[in-house]
């Protein structure tokens, strides 16, 4: 960790950058263009999930990996106990906390009540690169998790 002074404005604006990062990365994911996700990363960002040994490298890596989600699929993240530490004027961490709701097979309307697919917390790292924060990798740790299901296909009656 570094030990440069970080002027109190400057780490508050910091600290909201990146706070800003991580909601606009699940309402991306739930509500916008998945394959845009790639652009909140550096060129060299990395996703993993340390407890599948499965690890994404690069911003195109992930924006091939985002656009490849289900066009049928159905998710909304809730995030929360999202804590920022500045350690210079170009680097940061984070622990937040994420609940994941996510179905396959959506036509459209409201889905009766399901279980979270996901809960567990993120650690991230953020670099600072001309002005605007991004983040360098992200870290998966869940604490439950199950397939994602596949809502029946409307009936015709």
Same mark, same amino acid.
Do not use: C, K
């Given at each position: 960790m570094s030990t440069e002074a970080i002027d109190p404005m400057d780490r508050l604006l910091a600290e909201r950058a990146c706070e800003r990062l991580i909601l606009d990365?699940?309402?991306?994911?739930?509500?916008?263009?998945?394959?845009?996700?790639?652009?909140?990363?550096?060129?060299?960002?990395?996703?993993?999930?340390?407890?599948?040994?499965?690890?994404?490298?690069?911003?195109e890596a992930l924006r091939a990996y985002f656009g490849s989600r289900p066009a049928d699929r159905l998710s909304r993240r809730l995030m929360t106990n999202i804590l920022v530490s500045v350690t210079s004027t170009t680097t940061a961490t984070a622990i937040s906390y994420l609940t994941t709701y996510r179905v396959d097979g959506f036509t459209g309307g409201m889905v009766p009540p399901q279980l979270?697919?996901?809960?567990?917390?993120?650690?991230?790292?953020?670099?600072?690169?001309?002005?605007?924060?991004?983040? *360098?990798?992200?870290?998966?740790?869940? *604490?439950?998790?199950?397939a994602t299901q596949r809502l029946a296909p409307p009936s015709n009656s």
């Open positions: 990365f699940v309402h991306r994911l739930d509500l916008g263009d998945p394959s845009s996700v790639a652009e909140l990363f550096t060129e060299d960002g990395v996703w993993q999930w340390p407890h599948d040994d499965r690890r994404i490298v690069g911003r979270p697919a996901n809960v567990g917390h993120y650690e991230d790292t953020f670099r600072r690169i001309d002005g605007r924060w991004l983040l *360098a990798t992200r870290t998966t740790h869940l *604490a439950f998790g199950a």
